[in-house]
C-alpha cells in the first residue's frame, strides 16, 4: 500500500456547488496532515494543516478520520478561482523529516 | 509569506552545460528539500538536509549534486546538463520540531530546459 493515496480527479464541478475529497495514508502513528494547493506551473502552497479532528477556514474544512485513516478536504460555494491540485501532505513512517506528498486532486470549478 | 528565492526562474541552456540553481531561505529553517516536477506530473524529492554540512539523497535518483554550507543557502548543480533534464526544480524548507515544524513552504521554482 502506498503511504499516501488520492484521487487523481479531476472532478468538474458547477460554481457555487460543495466538492469533497479524501485522502488515505498508511502511517497509523501520523500526527500532523496538511492539505496543500497548487495552481497550474506554480509552486504548492500550504492551504490547511489538520492536527487533530478537522479544521476549518472559511469554506475550506479539513477532517481526519483516525480510525479509518484519511483526510479529508471540503469545499463550500466553489468559485472558478478554486480551480488547481490538491496535495495531500502526510509524515513519513520512517524517523526523517521528508514529508510525503500524494499525486494531488485535481478539481475544476465551471461557470 | 513564505521567504525562500530560487533563481533562475527560467533558465534555456545547451546540452553538456554546467548549471547551478540557486536557493535561498530567510527563515532560519534547519531543513532544505530540492523536488522534481514535471508538468502536471507529481513531486519528487531528489535532495534535502538537516542542516549545515549534512545532504542527502531522496527519492528519485537524479544526477544532480547540492551543497549545505550555510544554513540560509542549498544550491544544486547539474555538471552536465541533458535533454531529460527538462523540468522545473522546486527548493523548499521547513523548521526543526513537532506540529506545524513540519509545515513546507516551496520557492516559485526554476523552470529548466536543456536543448
Known amino acids: 500500500r502506498k503511504e499516501v493515496e488520492q484521487d487523481p480527479g479531476p472532478f468538474n464541478v458547477p460554481e457555487g456547488a460543495t466538492v469533497a475529497f479524501n485522502c488515505t495514508y498508511s502511517?497509523?502513528?501520523?500526527?500532523?496532515f496538511f492539505w496543500y494547493r497548487q495552481d497550474c506551473r506554480k509552486e504548492p502552497k500550504l492551504l490547511m494543516s489538520?492536527?487533530?479532528s478537522g479544521n476549518e477556514d472559511g469554506r475550506f474544512t479539513a477532517q481526519l478520520n483516525r480510525a479509518s485513516q484519511y483526510i479529508s478536504l471540503l469545499i463550500r460555494d466553489s468559485k472558478l478561482s478554486d480551480s488547481a491540485t490538491y496535495l495531500c501532505?502526510?509524515?513519513?513512517?520512517?524517523?526523517?523529516?521528508?514529508?510525503?506528498f500524494g499525486s494531488g486532486t485535481r478539481l475544476l470549478v465551471r461557470p | 509569506e513564505a521567504d525562500i528565492y530560487q533563481t533562475p526562474r527560467y533558465l534555456v541552456i545547451g546540452t553538456g552545460k554546467k548549471i547551478t540553481l540557486e536557493c535561498s531561505q530567510t527563515?532560519?529553517?534547519?531543513?532544505m528539500y530540492w523536488y522534481q516536477q514535471d508538468p502536471g506530473m507529481e513531486l519528487h524529492l531528489i535532495h534535502y538536509?538537516?542542516?549545515?554540512?549534512?545532504?542527502e539523497k531522496g527519492d528519485l535518483s537524479s544526477e544532480s549534486t547540492v551543497s549545505r554550507i550555510r544554513t540560509e543557502h542549498f544550491p544544486l548543480t547539474l555538471e552536465s546538463a541533458r535533454p531529460s533534464h527538462t523540468s522545473q526544480y522546486l527548493c523548499?524548507?521547513?523548521?526543526?520540531?513537532?506540529?506545524?515544524?513540519?509545515?513546507?513552504?516551496f520557492g516559485e521554482g526554476s523552470w529548466l530546459t536543456v536543448v
Open positions: 489538520v492536527y487533530s
Open positions: 538536509s538537516y542542516g549545515v554540512n549534512s545532504t
Open positions: 523548499a524548507s521547513s523548521e526543526t520540531g513537532q506540529g506545524s515544524g513540519n509545515t513546507i513552504y
Open positions: 502511517n497509523s502513528a501520523s500526527q500532523s
Open positions: 527563515m532560519g529553517h534547519d531543513k
Open positions: 501532505v502526510v509524515p513519513p513512517m520512517d524517523s526523517s523529516y521528508k514529508l510525503i
